[in-house]
């Protein structure tokens, strides 16, 4: 079973207009983290935010912000206030836990978001 | 800091061919990490260093090998390459913080070629 579902494949957003990219995630471990990163054309990954499974908070950055409903097992992304440059693939990712492999990153397979002008 | 930095940008290589993948981080990460990504499947983990002289291996290590014999340079050689090499590769580093951020820095990637 995949631990991190993205279930849009693509999504298109009026300019200036806010969007939510879904994201849910498997995991029985009770220590996780969840990510989000960008992915322009150029290629390099770009880290957005990061959610720990006990915060209390809905993490924010700037004009992210993650919507987590840890009994849902979701994660979502929602960007305010779209613009062309936020047109990209981006991805949803967990960590498990802690010990030796607490750095690996499950990713899953993208939503790639095309901004309208 | 020039952050990850991956040697070298883009190469092709003839199946059977062998080569070595440079990775480097001047941030003194424990953490080094190796994901290939294929269209419409994400980025998955090859191996992985949780600090000088151990590697572990990741998801899709086949054909793959790894070294760490310092805490910047994290190499991955393919040994005899195939066409299903054929990927984008990303090298990754982080802290190993428990139950810190710990997000993962990448490199701008190397994209492979195997014909």
């Known amino acids: 079973a995949q631990k991190i579902t993205q279930t849009q494949p693509g999504m298109f957003v009026q300019e200036k207009e806010a969007v939510t990219l879904d994201c849910t995630y498997d995991?029985?471990?009770?220590?996780?983290?969840l990510f989000w990163y960008k992915q322009p054309s150029s290629g390099e990954m770009i880290f957005l935010i990061y959610q720990g499974s006990y915060d209390q908070q809905n993490a924010t950055e700037g004009r992210y912000s993650l919507n987590f409903q840890k009994a849902r097992k979701s994660a979502n992304l929602v960007i305010s206030a779209s613009q062309l440059g936020d047109s990209a693939m981006y991805f949803c990712a967990m960590r498990e836990g802690g010990g030796g492999s607490q750095g690996n990153l499950i990713f899953g397979k993208g939503t790639k978001l095309s901004v309208k002008p | 800091n020039a952050g990850v930095t991956q040697t070298p940008k883009f190469q092709v290589l003839k199946t059977g061919q062998s080569m070595t993948l440079q990775c480097a981080q001047d941030?003194?990460?424990?953490?080094m990490s190796w994901y290939r990504q294929d269209p419409g499947m994400g980025l998955r983990l090859i191996h992985y260093s949780v600090g000088a002289g151990i590697t572990d291996q990741g998801e899709v290590p086949n054909g793959y090998n790894v070294s760490r014999s310092t805490t910047e340079d994290f190499p991955l050689r393919l040994l005899s390459a195939a066409p299903s090499q054929t990927s984008v590769y990303f090298c990754a580093s982080s802290y190993s913080l428990a139950g810190g951020p710990g997000e993962q820095y990448f490199g701008p990637g190397t994209r492979l070629t195997v014909t």
């Open positions: 995991t029985s471990d009770p220590s996780y983290g």
């Open positions: 941030m003194n990460h424990e953490y």
